[in-house]
């Protein structure tokens, strides 16, 4: 009687905890990170048994194990920190090609102001043409300052999330410490469901913020790093990064390690390594093709007004001016050394930025390398005046460095912000050519002027005049206005050059024919330089000279442009694999509400069953007791 009797209430036992375990399940179907529970239950050993049959003594309920999956769940993970990379990516393009659409249309405003030019070819000795130019030139300065501002403005956002998702990795390590510290605390065998659930919870939340691994200790602690191999969490601490300024520039956030070492570059995967990744490969390439524009503008424009005269029989002078590179010392420098930078040669100027490191007396060039942010060596050439070349950039050194002393270079970063325009008289525009060439009437050769241009608008002599005489056999000397005089001998279709100025001829001179070059006269008819300025949409300036200000421009919208379908595309697919490996991770561990009712109803059986028993249990104890006494 007892053994039936313990078996019913081993069955009623094992029922009651199944109940509650299914009904745990069902409360818990909407909770996020909640894994299902199943009871895990095994028959007694023991009971009454003989020669010819053994019968069992009840059941036991030896725990109660969530339904889980290393693998699914690190696939979860794995795949959560690629979708919020991915989204991450394309929220924010999204939010720099809107920039470029909302900005202004800066297409129509270098076509307004090249035809601004071409209007002025056609009306040179109009004041009323001449302003509306420089309004032109007033807008299109505009265009790209509030771009500028709008891109400086997101990077400013960028290295904001960098810093507060940073805190938001350390809040979420330090709680996965303590969880592991509490389930270490609970013993291997006690199997702490909700302290497990909510574990996998976090490190699921982690892994949205940056690319993370896992390891998993025989003792139920788990460990966690980065994809670079920085320890987050191990057992029951917490490794903390920290975000801080950048050693060259302090508006740009770096992330360090707990040991404080700069792992900015070594990130990838969640929100974190998206922030990084578009600042460094989307966000600063399209400010410096923005400042490359607007650089290359503004030199464009002022070489040529350089190369004509104005209203006022002058030359020209600059309508537009743009800020200096930027070079910034990196923190650690131990030398007084300053160093400045300028463009020298803007069709050799490039997008990139720069790092400048002393590397000692007798090494580099003159002590100094130069390589690109992203590590590639640039060649530096010396030259005689003491400073140092490098694509279209001149560096020049005062005071004393140390050896490994470094400098970043941004020849390109803020010149579209800091692009104005400096001319404020319209007499100003340069619509004349600055010189003309004549052939003296008693000239007896067959050579004719062919063309005059200006080739060193610095020159101090350029509007001096000068006549080119000729001797037997080619011979000519040039004599210019402040009495100096150069020999050469003629070459068919190789120009004579002085003082600034080319002078082209065709045909053949004779001896004693001479020539003259001198500033132009006719300055309020002539339109020559402003045909020349309203060519310059169609001028190569960039690129070694293959390249113009309107392609440029075309070039970095389509740049963004891509950089937005990538993005978008990429967001498609993670999305779709996210769905993918939450779907099989929940076909395991998630609850299903059609099962647990089903469930419930037969673990109610159960109990019922099992009450059933002991109650027939005792109703037999009972008869037994009174068939004892009535034989009594």
């Known amino acids: 009687m007892s053994s039936l009797l313990n078996i019913g209430i081993s069955g009623l036992n094992a029922a009651q905890v199944a109940l509650a375990t299914v009904s745990n ?13 199943r009871v895990d239950q095994v028959e007694t050993i023991g009971g009454e048994s003989n020669s010819q049959y053994t019968i069992g003594s009840g059941v036991d309920v030896v725990g109660v194990q969530r339904a889980y999956s290393q693998y699914l769940t690190t696939a979860l993970w794995s795949s959560n920190s690629s979708l919020q990379a991915a989204t991450t990516s394309s929220e ?3 939010t720099l090609n809107s920039a470029f ?16 030019f071409s209007s002025v070819a056609n009306s040179p000795g109009s004041s009323s043409v001449r302003q509306s130019v420089l309004g032109d030139a007033s807008s ?4 790209y300052n509030t771009l500028g501002q709008q891109l400086s403005q997101q990077s400013t956002q960028v290295n904001q999330q960098i810093g507060g998702t940073v805190t938001s990795i350390n809040g979420l390590t330090s709680q996965i410490a303590t969880l592991n510290q509490q389930i270490l605390a609970a013993g291997s065998n006690s199997n702490p469901n909700s302290l497990l659930d909510q574990r996998d919870q976090l490190i699921q939340q982690l892994s949205g913020f940056t ?5 998993t200790d025989s003792n139920g602690s788990i460990s966690v790093y980065t994809n670079s191999g920085d320890t987050l969490v191990s057992g029951a601490q917490s490794y903390a990064l920290s975000s801080g300024p950048n050693q060259y520039d302090p508006s740009s956030t770096d992330v360090f390690d707990s040991s404080g070492n700069d792992i900015t570059s070594q990130l990838s995967g969640g929100s974190l390594g998206a922030l990084v990744s578009y600042r460094n490969t ?5 400010q410096n093709a923005l400042g490359q524009s607007a650089i290359a503008l503004a030199s464009s424009v002022n070489a040529q007004q350089a190369d004509g005269l104005n209203l006022n029989g002058q030359q020209g002078q600059a309508i537009f001016s743009v800020g200096s590179p930027d070079v910034l010392p990196s923190s650690s420098n131990a030398g007084n050394a300053s160093v400045s930078a300028s463009i020298s040669n803007v069709s050799q100027l490039t997008t990139s930025d720069y790092i400048l490191r002393y590397t000692g007396s007798g090494t580099g060039t003159n002590g100094w390398s130069l390589s690109t942010t992203s590590g590639q060596n640039v060649a530096l050439t010396a030259n005689s005046d003491g400073t140092l070349s490098a694509d279209g950039l001149t560096f020049s050194v005062s005071g004393t460095a140390q050896t490994g002393d470094s400098y970043e270079i941004e020849p390109t970063r803020n010149a579209a912000t800091s692009l104005t325009v400096s001319m404020t008289d319209p007499n100003g525009i340069a619509a004349a050519a600055a010189l003309t060439a004549t052939a003296a009437t008693a000239n007896t050769g067959t050579a004719k002027v062919g063309s005059v241009s200006v080739t060193n608008s610095s020159n101090a002599n350029l509007l001096s005049g000068a006549t080119v005489t000729f001797g037997a056999g080619g011979a000519y000397t040039i004599t210019d206005g402040a009495g100096n005089t150069t020999t050469g001998t003629y070459t068919s279709g190789q120009p004579i050059t002085a003082d600034g100025w080319s002078l082209n001829l065709s045909g053949t001179p004779a001896s004693g024919d001479s020539f003259t070059v001198a500033a132009n006269t006719n300055g309020l008819n002539d339109n020559s330089n402003a045909l020349a300025l309203a060519g310059l949409a169609d001028t190569g300036v960039l690129d070694g000279g293959k390249t113009s200000v309107v392609s440029s421009y075309s070039n970095l919208t389509t740049q963004v442009g891509d950089a937005g379908n990538q993005a978008n595309a990429e967001l498609t697919t993670q999305t779709n694999l996210y769905n993918e490996a939450a779907g099989n991770q929940q076909s395991l561990a998630g609850v299903n509400l059609n099962t647990e009712a089903a469930s419930l109803v037969q673990y109610q059986q159960a109990y019922q069953a099992s009450a059933q028993v002991i109650s027939t249990a005792q109703q037999l104890f009972s008869s037994l007791i009174t068939a004892i006494e009535d034989g009594a």
């Open 92 to 94: 924010l393009t999204s």
């Open 211 to 215: 690319g993370i691994s896992t390891a």
């Open 140 to 143: 299109l300065t505009s265009v």
């Open 101 to 116: 659409s909302g900005s202004g249309d800066l297409q129509t405003a270098l076509d307004n102001l090249y035809s601004g």
């Open 25 to 37: 399940n069902i409360a818990n179907a909407s909770t996020s990170g909640y894994s299902e529970e």
């Open 282 to 286: 989307v966000l600063e390439p399209a």
